[in-house]
């Protein structure tokens, strides 16, 4: 069976929808399947397959491994996560009130996963969608002055890990070891220092835009409008501000010459998302799988019991996509 015989739905403002019925076990179905799911992902850059019995991790697992492998295990963290198996996660343990900006998993980092695959064991009473946004719509809809500098310059990200604030270094890196992590960091381009209480604070600088390895479409990836001070909720960002200063925010994000990036291109940036943003409210069962270089995502408010697991799968390395500019 080809993809263009699957039963997709295209909806304007959602995400292309596979109903499957009849499915007996869902590892079974979707190695069947696999390269036409692969198909209409590259085709779509997302996919929602609806009807699968997904109802466990150990199931999940199995789907993912067989779509994505290698998974890629979770490195510099910005929010908790619970590890079900190796490689299979919780969804970022982030406030239900609060959003989760638009933006590409682990574009901070060297490599990074080529395809995000999500799956709902419980859906929210209400909320909580993970949308998605064509990345390439996004470039080509933002000010050409902008893009040409954040061409020019890249981006950069500023974190301090530390027991108080954030995610502590032991649990981003996966060691307490100071030397493990200053490798770490060394091996993947990133500027580090210790302070006197056990913290770290990192330096990076990434690409903002780069070219997806399959298709060659220049895309606009990164976290610029989410690990960003602007979108912290405002008593929380006042209260980290008095307590730490602007520069012990846990996450901040720059252009990459290191000058702030003001309150107004973020909100731009968050603008143009939603004018791009395709959503679908989850159901239990549901898969989902993202191209996560053509497309950004997000997780939006929510209220109820939430249950999405998560695989960072086919990594891909940022020198493969034609950077334009040098990591530090």
């Known amino acids: 069976m080809s993809a263009s015989e699957l ?32 198909s209409l992902v590259d085709q779509h850059g997302a996919l929602l397959v609806r009807g699968l019995p997904l109802a466990d ?20 963290a910005f929010a908790r996560r619970w590890t079900y198996e190796d490689g299979i996660y919780s969804s970022s343990k982030w406030p239900p009130n609060q959003p989760m900006c638009m933006h590409h998993e682990l574009s901070y980092t060297l490599e990074f996963p080529g395809l995000m695959v999500f799956s709902c064991l ?7 969608v993970t ?13 050409a002055d902008l893009v040409e500098r954040f061409e020019r310059e890249g981006w950069q990200l500023v974190r301090n890990y530390n027991e108080m604030v954030g995610v502590p270094w032991q649990e981003a890196f996966g060691t307490e070891d100071r030397a493990e992590v200053e490798r770490y ?4 381009s990133i500027e580090f220092e210790w302070d006197g209480v056990d913290g770290l604070r990192t330096k990076q600088r990434r690409s903002a835009i780069i070219s997806h390895p399959g298709s060659g479409a220049r895309v606009w990836f990164n976290q610029v409008a989410f690990l960003n001070e602007w979108t912290i909720d405002p008593e929380v960002r006042d209260y980290l501000l008095m307590e730490f200063g602007p520069d012990g ?60 697991l998560v695989a960072m799968g086919d990594p891909v390395r940022l020198a493969d996509c034609s950077p334009t500019v040098s990591s530090f």
Request: hydrophobic residues 40%; glycine residues 10%; negative net charge.
């Open 7 to 38: 039963d997709v739905q295209l909806t304007e403002g959602k995400p292309a929808i596979l109903h499957v019925d009849g499915a007996a076990e869902a590892a079974t179905w979707v190695a069947e399947h696999r390269d036409q799911l692969r």
């Open 57 to 76: 991790a150990a199931g999940f697992g199995r789907v993912a491994r067989d779509l994505a492998a290698p998974l890629l295990p979770e490195r510099e």
């Open 122 to 128: 419980g859906a929210p009473t209400s909320g909580g």
């Open 131 to 143: 949308g998605v946004a064509d990345a390439a719509a996004v470039l080509e809809a933002l000010p």
């Open 185 to 188: 960091c060394r091996d993947n």
């Open 249 to 308: 925010l846990p996450f901040n994000s720059r252009y990459g010459s290191g000058a702030p990036i003001g309150e107004d291109v973020v909100a731009l940036l968050n603008k143009v998302y939603e004018e791009h943003t395709r959503r679908e409210p989850w159901q239990a069962g549901d898969l989902m799988l993202v191209d996560n270089i053509a497309q950004a995502h997000s997780r939006e408010p929510y209220e109820g019991a939430r249950e999405v």
